[in-house]
C-alpha cells in the first residue's frame, strides 16, 4: 500500500510539472503586451499599404513589418461591428442589430475585457465604446472587465475639448493634460468615475495616455490596450497640425492616425519593447458616402458604403506586428470577420475561451501564414440584412444576388438565369448552402437569386435535379424527413431519391428492361416511427392515419388530424383559456398581456409617458391616467401628461389638456388667433 501511495504521489508530481511547463511555454508564447486599435469610418482604400493615392507612410511600415490581409470583414455600422469584436458573437446573438450610439450589451457578452483579465493581462479601454449608453460609462468597468478606462463620453465633441470619463483616481482637470501612468495605478469604484477635458487635440492626447501606459509597465506585467481613435468619422475637423495647403479635411484626419502610429512605435522602440508587443490594427466600417477616395493603379474613385455590403463599406484594414515574430511583409487573403478577434486574441494571451463562441482563433495563421484558413465564409449583419461571403463569392440579403468579389473594389454580379443554371454552378451552391445554414442558426429568412424563399434556414440546401431542395432537421443528405430521434436515419426521401433500407437517400438506379425483367429490388421496410399526422404519438403504417394523439391533442376524422383538446390550454404563458378555445387565452401569466386576437401573451410593456400611472393595453405610448398635478392632453396618437395649470400668462383658464392654449384672458387682455398668448387691449 505505501508503495502504491507512493508511486501515486509521484505520478501526481510529474504531472504537475508537465502541466505547469506547457502553461509556462504557452505564456512565453504570448506577447508581453497588445495594443489592438480598432478605427473609426475608414476602408481599406484609404491606406496606401493597400493601394490607396493617400499617403499613409507610418501603417506602411508596420504592414512591411508584419502581416496584411485583405479579406477582413466586419459589419457595415459601428455598434454591431464593435459589440461583435467584444463578445466573438454575431448581433443576432449579442442582441447589438443596429447602430446605436446608447446600446446597451448584455453583460454576458461583453466579453473581451473579462478574457484579457482572467489571462492575466492588465486592461485598459481608450477612446470610443458605443455598446452601453454614454451616460453608463461605469459598465466598462463593471460589467466588461476592464481594469481602466479613459472613455469618450460619446456626447461633446470627439476632436476638441471632448469630454472623458476616467477611473485613474490621481487624474483631475488641473492635471489632464500633463497626466503620467505609475505602475499599480489607483482607480475609483465604478460609478464615480471622473469627468476631465482635454484641453488640446484629443487623439494626439490620447496616443499621449496610451504611450504612458505601456512605458508605466512593469518589467514582468502583461497588458491589453483596446483602442477606438475617433479619426476619420465625421465632424471632419482638421487637426492643429494640418497641410494648410490640403483642402480635404477626411485626409488630414487620415494623415493624422497615420501620424500617431508612427509615435506609438517609435515609444516602444525607444523603450526597447517592440519584440514585446503585438500591434493591430482593424477598422469598424467604411467611409460616409460622400466620401470618395482615389485607389488603385487605375485611379478608381472609391466612394465610401458605410451601412452597405459592398467592398467599400465592410472590406476592412487588417494588419498585425509583432516585432520580428511574425513574417514581416506577408500579404495574405485570411478570411476573417469581426467574431474572430476575440478568440485570436485569448489564444494569443494563452487564456481561456469561453463557451458559445461564433468566431474562430486565427492565431496561429499569424505565426504561420502558410496554415489552412480555419474560415469558410464570413457574415455581415445590419438590422435583417445580411450579406455572406467566401474568399470568391458574396450573397446579399437585401437585393438576393451573388456577386464575384475576388478582386476587391470590382464587384461582378453573377447572372443566375434559372434554378437549372443555379444548380449547375457548384460555387454559386456552396455559397448559397452556408447562407442555408447560417439562416438556420440566425432563424433568418432569406430568398434564392431565383425567387424562392428559405424560411428560418436548413441544415442543408442541395439540389435534386433542378429542384434546389431545402433539408432540416435531418443530417441525411437528400432526406425531407428523418425518422423520431434518428437524425441518421432518413425515413422520407425528397423526390426523385428512393429510400434505401438503411435509411439512406439514394438516386433510382437506370437499367435496361431484361435487367429490370430480371432483378426484382427488395421492398424497402418502413419506419415503424414515421408519421406525416403532426402532434401524433402512434401512427398506422401507412403514415397518414393516427391512433393515438400527444397529450393535449385528440383524434380528429378518424385519425387524419389531431387537434388541440377543447380542455387543453396551448399558448404559451397563458394562465386561462377561452372555453372550449385552446388556442384564445383569456387571462394570460402575470407580466403578460393578451393580445388583441388572444392567439399569444405577450410581455407587458413598460408605460412609456412620463408622470403617467397606467397606460392603455398594448400602448406604452397612450396614457390613461396621469399622476397627481398632471392632465391627459387631448387628442392624438399618443396621449401624454402636462402640468394640470394653465401656462399661458394672463390667462384665466386654458383648454383641457392644453396648458398652452387660453381659452378666457384677464379682463383687459384679449386673445391672439393662435390662443398662445393673451395680449393687452390698447385702448
Same mark, same amino acid.
Given at each position: ?21 506547457? +502553461? ?18 475608414? @476602408? $481599406? ?36 461591428? *464593435? ?28 466579453? +473581451? ?9 492588465? $486592461? ?126 477626411? /485626409? ?50 472609391? =466612394? ?18 509583432? @516585432?520580428?515574430?511574425?513574417? @514581416?511583409?506577408?500579404?495574405? /487573403? ?15 494571451? @494563452? ?15 499569424? +505565426? ?6 480555419? =474560415? ?12 455572406? *461571403? ?5 450573397? *446579399? ?43 438556420? =442558426? ?57 429510400? $434505401? ?9 437506370? $437499367? ?16 415503424? /416511427? ?67 386576437? /388572444? ?22 405610448? *397612450? ?61
Amino acid at each position: 500500500t505505501m508503495m502504491v501511495m507512493k508511486s501515486t504521489s509521484f505520478l501526481t508530481r510529474v504531472v504537475c510539472a508537465i502541466v505547469l511547463a506547457a +502553461l509556462a511555454a504557452a505564456v512565453s508564447e504570448s506577447p508581453r503586451g497588445i495594443l489592438l486599435m480598432t478605427l473609426d469610418d475608414i @476602408g $481599406t482604400e484609404s491606406f496606401s499599404t493597400y493601394g490607396s493615392h493617400r499617403h499613409t507612410p507610418n501603417v506602411d511600415a508596420m504592414a512591411d513589418a508584419g502581416i496584411k490581409s485583405w479579406a477582413f470583414y466586419s459589419h457595415p455600422v459601428c455598434t454591431p461591428t *464593435r459589440a461583435s469584436l467584444i463578445s466573438g458573437r454575431y448581433p443576432y446573438h449579442n442582441g447589438q442589430e443596429k447602430n446605436d450610439e446608447n446600446g446597451d450589451i448584455a453583460p454576458e457578452h461583453c466579453l +473581451l475585457g473579462k478574457v484579457m483579465s482572467n489571462a492575466g493581462y492588465t $486592461t485598459l479601454q481608450v477612446g470610443k465604446w458605443q455598446i452601453n449608453p454614454a451616460n453608463e460609462s461605469f459598465k466598462v468597468t463593471a460589467e466588461c472587465g476592464f481594469k481602466y478606462q479613459l472613455t469618450w463620453d460619446g456626447v461633446d465633441s470627439r476632436y476638441i475639448k471632448g469630454e472623458f470619463d476616467v477611473n485613474f483616481a490621481r487624474m483631475s482637470q488641473e492635471n489632464v493634460d500633463t497626466f503620467t501612468f505609475i505602475q499599480d495605478e489607483p482607480v475609483v469604484e465604478p460609478g464615480n468615475e471622473i469627468h476631465v477635458d482635454p484641453q488640446g487635440w484629443n487623439p494626439y492626447w490620447m496616443v499621449r495616455m496610451i504611450n504612458s501606459f505601456m512605458t508605466s509597465r512593469g518589467p514582468d506585467e502583461r497588458f491589453f490596450i483596446f483602442y477606438s481613435p475617433f479619426e476619420n468619422h465625421n465632424p471632419y475637423n482638421r487637426p492643429p497640425d494640418a497641410d494648410p495647403a490640403d483642402e480635404d479635411a477626411y /485626409n488630414t484626419l487620415t494623415v493624422s492616425f497615420d501620424k500617431t502610429v508612427g509615435e506609438i512605435v517609435q515609444t516602444l522602440e525607444d523603450a526597447g519593447m517592440t519584440e514585446d508587443v503585438l500591434l493591430g490594427l482593424l477598422s469598424d466600417n467604411g467611409a460616409t458616402r460622400h466620401i470618395t477616395t482615389i485607389w488603385g493603379p487605375d485611379s478608381l474613385a472609391i =466612394r465610401g458604403n458605410k451601412f452597405g455590403f459592398s467592398d467599400a463599406g465592410i472590406r476592412m484594414p487588417f494588419i498585425f506586428k509583432w @516585432g520580428s515574430r511574425l513574417q @514581416g511583409g506577408t500579404t495574405v /487573403n485570411l478570411l476573417t470577420d469581426t467574431t474572430d478577434i476575440l478568440p485570436t486574441m485569448v489564444e494569443a494571451a @494563452g487564456g481561456v475561451l469561453p463557451d458559445d463562441m461564433d468566431g474562430l482563433s486565427f492565431w496561429q495563421n499569424l +505565426l504561420d501564414p502558410s496554415l489552412p484558413n480555419p =474560415r469558410a465564409y464570413a457574415f455581415s449583419q445590419n438590422k435583417e440584412r445580411f450579406a455572406l *461571403r467566401t474568399t470568391k463569392l458574396q450573397y *446579399r440579403k437585401d437585393n438576393q444576388i451573388v456577386e464575384d468579389i475576388s478582386e476587391p473594389f470590382n464587384t461582378v454580379e453573377v447572372k443566375i438565369a434559372n434554378r437549372a443554371a443555379m444548380c449547375a454552378n457548384a460555387e454559386v451552391m456552396e455559397l448559397l448552402n452556408y447562407v442555408a445554414q447560417h439562416a438556420l =442558426r440566425s432563424q433568418m429568412s432569406f430568398k434564392l437569386p431565383t425567387g424562392e424563399k428559405i424560411v428560418g434556414g436548413c441544415t442543408q440546401l442541395i439540389c435534386i435535379g433542378t429542384v434546389p431542395t431545402c433539408l432540416k432537421d435531418c443530417a441525411v443528405t437528400g432526406c425531407e424527413q428523418c425518422a423520431n430521434e434518428q437524425p441518421t436515419v432518413c425515413a422520407r426521401c425528397a423526390a426523385p431519391l428512393q429510400l $434505401t433500407a438503411e435509411g439512406q437517400c439514394e438516386a433510382p438506379v437506370t $437499367t435496361s428492361t431484361a435487367t429490370t425483367l430480371a432483378t426484382t429490388p427488395e421492398p424497402t421496410t418502413p419506419d415503424p /416511427n414515421h408519421c406525416d399526422v403532426a402532434n401524433c404519438l402512434v401512427c398506422s403504417s401507412k403514415y397518414k392515419v393516427c391512433s393515438e394523439c400527444e397529450p393535449d391533442y385528440e383524434l380528429f376524422r378518424r385519425g387524419s388530424r389531431c387537434k388541440p383538446s377543447l380542455q387543453a390550454c396551448l399558448v404559451e404563458n397563458c394562465a386561462e383559456c377561452k372555453r372550449n378555445r385552446p388556442l384564445r387565452c383569456e387571462v394570460c401569466d402575470e407580466g403578460f398581456i393578451v393580445s388583441k386576437r /388572444n392567439k399569444v401573451c405577450n410581455v407587458v410593456q413598460p408605460c412609456l409617458v412620463d408622470n403617467c400611472i397606467t397606460c392603455k393595453n398594448r400602448r406604452p405610448n *397612450r396614457c390613461e391616467e396621469c399622476a397627481s398635478g398632471y392632465q391627459l392632453t387631448s387628442g392624438g396618437s399618443s396621449r401624454k401628461c402636462v402640468v394640470d395649470q394653465c401656462l399661458v400668462e394672463n390667462c384665466l383658464a386654458c383648454r383641457d389638456g392644453k396648458p398652452y392654449r387660453c381659452e378666457e384672458c384677464k379682463p383687459g387682455y384679449m386673445k391672439k388667433k393662435n390662443t398662445t398668448e393673451c395680449r393687452l387691449i390698447e385702448e
